[in-house]
């Protein structure tokens, strides 16, 4: 089954290269949409793909790169639309 979700990243996660870390492990779990910094110091991540690969994406979002630290991941379900054909770091 295919699923879309947001997930918004809180800690310190901005400026310890949070964003290329997602990308490539979206990337080795198969996943498409993007991640973008947010003005108040979060990480906003749309991801889309199967389920199973999906979960697997968040588990590695939720422990980050070395020199970041994750201390909040809020996941919120979105309809599949199969709006993206691959994943990118959004300015």
């Known amino acids: ?7 918004i990243v809180s800690g310190r996660v901005q400026g310890v290269g949070y964003r290329y ?5 979206a990337r080795a779990c ?3 949409g993007y991640v973008k910094n947010l003005y ?8 889309e793909g199967i389920k199973e690969q ?8 939720k422990q980050g790169p070395v020199f970041g630290n994750v201390d909040r991941v809020e ?5 599949y ?7 990118h770091v959004a300015y």
């Open 21 to 25: 870390f997602a990308e490539k492990n």
């Open 54 to 61: 999906v979960d697997a994406f968040i588990d590695r979002l």
């Open 75 to 79: 996941v919120r379900s979105l309809p």
């Open 30 to 32: 198969d996943i498409c």
């Open 1 to 7: 089954m295919r699923v879309a979700v947001q997930i």
């Open 81 to 87: 639309e199969n709006r993206y054909d691959s994943f």
């Open 40 to 47: 108040d110091g979060r990480v906003e991540v749309v991801a």
